[in-house]
């Protein structure tokens, strides 16, 4: 299934906030998420998912309140 990452502003949450965002989206099975990545300073937070395609991640984040500034899919991965 493709993945995709995306990138959100959270300034405002506090990191308990952060937390019980990143639980309500695990436990929505509508789209599998990988692992979520951010910096309180930055005001940032990556999500990494997958899904059948884009509107369906965008809408899965749309349903959460989680208004993206950008969604990418991952086509190539290096380590």
């Known amino acids: 299934m493709p993945r995709y ?3 959100h502003t ?5 990191r308990q906030g952060l937390q019980a965002v990143i639980a ?3 436990r929505d ?5 990988i692992r979520f990545v951010s910096d309180s300073l930055e005001g940032k937070l990556l999500c990494e998912f997958e899904a059948p395609d884009k509107e369906t991640a965008l809408a899965f984040l749309v349903v959460h309140n989680m208004h993206p500034q ?5 086509e190539n991965e290096w380590l």
């Not at 959270?10 to 506090?14: G, K, P, V």
Request: a positive charge.
């Open 70 to 74: 950008w969604v990418m899919r991952v």
């Open 10 to 14: 959270i300034a405002c949450l506090t």
């Open 5 to 7: 990452i995306s990138q």
């Open 29 to 33: 099975e509508t789209v599998k998420c």
């Open 24 to 26: 309500d989206l695990k």
